[in-house]
Nanobody, 126 residues
């Protein structure tokens, strides 16, 4: 299984960006869920958003500004980032976990995920 994160770049404060995470190696019968994490310089990696079969969770910092969605036909999960702030500057990673929905208390736990993408840099700056 491989995850390819893309879509990062330089964006102005208040602007928008859409990140993509494309999974390969899962079969059509596999179930898996995806989380987006980020790591800012000097900080620990943190969960940003999660999408399961029927659930979506967001970090407080992302709620109302970010939207996670999934295109199963393309094996791709998107993170639409709107109204970005300088504090959103970080390397963004997507991670996959086999199985169905996680519960709210678990999705931020990195050890729950078995597969990680390489990360894509998002820089919010004027």
């Amino acid at each position: 299984v491989q995850l390819q994160a893309s879509g990062g770049g330089l964006v102005l404060p208040g602007g928008s960006l859409r990140l993509s995470c494309t999974a390969s190696g899962f079969t059509s019968s596999d179930s898996y869920t995806i989380g987006w994490f980020r790591q800012a310089p000097g900080k620990e990696r943190e969960g940003v958003a999660y999408i399961g079969d029927s659930r979506q969770f967001y970090a407080a910092s992302a709620k109302g500004r970010f939207t996670i969605s999934r295109d199963r036909a393309r094996n791709t999960v998107y993170l639409q980032m709107n109204s970005v702030k300088p504090d959103d500057t970080a390397v963004y990673y997507c991670a996959a976990r086999r199985g169905f929905n996680m519960i709210m208390s678990s999705w931020r736990q990195e050890e729950q995920y078995g597969y990680w993408g390489q990360g894509t840099q998002v820089t919010v700056s004027s």
